[in-house]
């Protein structure tokens, strides 16, 4: 039965980030999708057999292995809402879903001035983008458009940065203090992210990177050993499964 705890699971969906929140009064925000339909079998072994509802669907960016499982989603599940900026990009997914968008499923495009909370006590601080992107525009590097937040409850934050490259995380927390609890690893711990120098500014105890085997050589061994000379905390979906990540006054990983 689900408890009045805060669960972040990192859904092993291979190739990919999916993230499923359970805010502690039971709210349901979906972070990414994974590269297919991988993520309905993940949602499923966390949510309750009854539960078909996802209050919040949250997009980074239009690639294929952050939006992929998004149009079986929108089949299996009631989405409540959507944030996510329907910019020009030619991804068949992202087209499908922005097609669902138009009959009828509310969405905000979010920049940083449009932090916001759902429930009772979970708040999403916007740091990424700044100003609103140009949606006729076609974008060459779609990674640096991520939706890029920190998730705060309490005492605990965590940063989801999509593919963000590392000159804009490093821009985001010099600007903005934050000792974070979770890192989500950017981009699947490319080289073109996690820099030492964000690391420095924002200070994880903890760090989750979503990746399949063999896949892209992600994540690279420059970024794995900057995260172990930083003594964090290293989890891996593809090695580590499913991750909930259970937090309280302490915070629990298991995998399951």
């Given at each position: 039965?689900p408890?009045?705890?805060?669960h972040?699971?990192?859904?092993?969906v291979g190739?990919?980030?999916?993230f499923?929140i359970?805010?502690?009064?039971?709210?349901?925000?979906?972070v990414?999708?994974?590269?297919n339909?991988?993520?309905?079998?993940?949602i499923?072994?966390v949510l309750?057999y009854?539960?078909?509802?996802?209050?919040?669907?949250?997009?980074?960016h239009?690639?294929?292995d952050?939006?992929g499982?998004?149009?079986?989603i929108?089949?299996v599940y009631?989405?409540?809402a959507?944030?996510?900026?329907p910019?020009n990009?030619?991804n068949?997914a992202f087209?499908?879903?922005?097609?669902?968008?138009k009959h009828?499923?509310?969405?905000?495009?979010?920049?940083?001035k449009n932090?916001f909370?759902?429930?009772?006590?979970t708040?999403?601080d916007?740091?990424?983008?700044d100003?609103?992107l140009?949606?006729?525009k076609?974008i060459d590097?779609v990674?640096?458009?991520?939706?890029?937040?920190?998730?705060n409850?309490?005492?605990?934050?965590?940063?989801?940065?999509?593919?963000?490259?590392?000159?804009?995380?490093?821009?985001l927390?010099s600007?903005k203090f934050?000792d974070?609890?979770?890192l989500?690893v950017?981009?699947?711990?490319s080289?073109?992210s996690?820099?030492?120098?964000?690391?420095?500014?924002?200070?994880?105890?903890i760090?989750?990177?979503?990746?399949g085997?063999?896949?892209?050589?992600?994540p690279?061994?420059e970024?794995?050993?900057?995260?172990?000379?930083a003594?964090?905390?290293?989890y891996r979906t593809?090695?580590?499964?499913t991750?909930?990540?259970?937090?309280?006054?302490?915070?629990?990983?298991k995998s399951f």
């Amino acid at each position: 039965m689900p408890d009045d705890k805060l669960h972040i699971y990192a859904l092993d969906v291979g190739q990919g980030d999916s993230f499923l929140i359970k805010t502690e009064d039971s709210k349901y925000i979906l972070v990414d999708s994974g590269m297919n339909f991988e993520v309905i079998k993940e949602i499923q072994k966390v949510l309750p057999y009854w539960e078909r509802t996802l209050d919040l669907v949250i997009l980074t960016h239009p690639d294929q292995d952050h939006v992929g499982g998004f149009p079986k989603i929108l089949e299996v599940y009631t989405v409540g809402a959507i944030i996510y900026w329907p910019i020009n990009n030619s991804n068949l997914a992202f087209i499908q879903l922005k097609e669902a968008v138009k009959h009828g499923i509310t969405y905000y495009a979010l920049t940083s001035k449009n932090d916001f909370r759902i429930g009772c006590c979970t708040y999403f601080d916007i740091l990424w983008p700044d100003q609103p992107l140009d949606l006729e525009k076609k974008i060459d590097n779609v990674n640096d458009t991520s939706l890029s937040f920190v998730l705060n409850v309490g005492g605990f934050s965590m940063f989801f940065g999509g593919d963000l490259g590392h000159d804009l995380e490093e821009k985001l927390f010099s600007e903005k203090f934050y000792d974070l609890d979770i890192l989500k690893v950017g981009h699947h711990g490319s080289k073109h992210s996690t820099s030492d120098r964000f690391l420095d500014l924002s200070r994880p105890e903890i760090a989750v990177i979503g990746v399949g085997e063999n896949n892209f050589g992600h994540p690279t061994k420059e970024v794995l050993d900057s995260l172990a000379n930083a003594n964090i905390k290293v989890y891996r979906t593809d090695l580590d499964g499913t991750l909930d990540i259970e937090v309280s006054d302490l915070i629990k990983v298991k995998s399951f």
